[in-house]
């Protein structure tokens, strides 16, 4: 399920490509008969151009089976860069 959420409120942001893409991450059960209460939120602040996203904020909620899958991808993702990294130098 995907929303346009114009949520201001003060999360906690990871700032990506040189600050034109935000993403948070958080818990959000509002919506009362849905499993997928991790929610994922992209804000973006590019030009039209360049935009990934057509609103400037855009989320999606996750189930915890489907955020546990999308952590481990990244962990390992993370993991081999690391070991990359190391044999580089």
């Given at each position: 399920?995907?929303?346009i959420d114009p949520n201001?409120?003060?999360?906690?942001?990871?700032?990506?490509?040189?600050?034109?893409?935000?993403?948070?991450?958080?818990?959000?059960?509002?919506?009362?008969?849905?499993?997928?209460n991790i929610k994922i939120?992209?804000?973006?602040?590019?030009?039209?151009?360049?935009?990934?996203?057509?609103?400037?904020?855009?989320?999606?909620g996750l189930t915890s089976?489907?955020?546990?899958?999308?952590?481990?991808?990244?962990?390992?993702?993370?993991?081999?860069?690391?070991?990359?990294?190391?044999?580089?130098?």
């Amino acid at each position: 399920m995907w929303i346009i959420d114009p949520n201001t409120d003060d999360r906690e942001w990871l700032s990506l490509l040189d600050g034109e893409l935000k993403v948070a991450v958080e818990f959000d059960n509002s919506e009362e008969g849905y499993q997928d209460n991790i929610k994922i939120v992209f804000s973006e602040n590019s030009s039209p151009a360049f935009a990934l996203f057509k609103a400037d904020e855009t989320s999606f909620g996750l189930t915890s089976e489907e955020a546990r899958k999308l952590a481990l991808w990244l962990i390992t993702a993370a993991d081999k860069n690391d070991q990359w990294m190391q044999q580089s130098k």
